[in-house]
């Protein structure tokens, strides 16, 4: 399987172009899909100047395993937000987003939620509203792989 790796300069200037979108949207939250969408939601947090970043955790594998469903916990405070961004690195399949969204949207079925990734897959179950890339390869985010033990 081929490999693209995606460096901080690459991450910078897309997260750029990204929150041009982002902004134009207002949202009252952002909520980082851990763990892969905690940089990105910091960063778009601070270009924004808010401190209602927040973060939900999801797994739908143990180990190399697929779970029969996405386990969705560490549900953020929503209940005074109204425009909430869903923020990941990719949505690959959509499956996990798809959970992530059924979940919130149950608890917090006042919000409107929209998704903001750096990458996506074409052929995925459902797309971000705010995006900046296409994949096709398998992506090697630095904060994945740079300190890697």
């Known amino acids: 399987m081929k490999k693209i790796y995606?460096?901080?300069?690459?991450?910078?200037?897309?997260?750029k172009v990204l929150l041009g979108q982002v902004v134009?949207?207002?949202p009252d939250a952002l909520v980082a899909v851990?763990?892969?969408?905690?940089?990105?939601?910091?960063?778009?947090?601070?270009?924004?100047d808010t401190r209602e970043v927040y973060s939900v955790n999801s797994i739908m594998y143990d180990g190399q395993k697929k779970l029969d469903h996405c386990k969705v916990f560490n549900i953020p405070n929503l209940e005074n937000r109204k425009k909430v961004v869903l923020v990941d690195d990719i949505v690959d399949s959509g499956e996990s987003m798809k959970y992530i969204i059924a979940k919130l949207r149950g608890v917090y079925p006042h919000c409107e939620f929209k998704i903001a990734t750096i990458f996506y897959?074409?052929?995925a179950m459902l797309q971000p509203d705010f995006t900046v890339k296409e994949a096709y390869e398998?992506?090697?985010?630095?904060?994945?792989?740079?300190?890697?033990?």
């Open 6 to 15: 995606y460096g901080y300069d690459e991450f910078l200037a897309d997260s």
């Open 24 to 26: 134009e949207y207002k």
């Open 34 to 48: 851990a763990r892969g969408g905690m940089a990105l939601a910091q960063l778009l947090g601070e270009a924004m």
């Open 121 to 123: 897959k074409p052929t």
């Open 138 to 149: 398998w992506i090697d985010f630095f904060w994945e792989v740079d300190l890697r033990v």
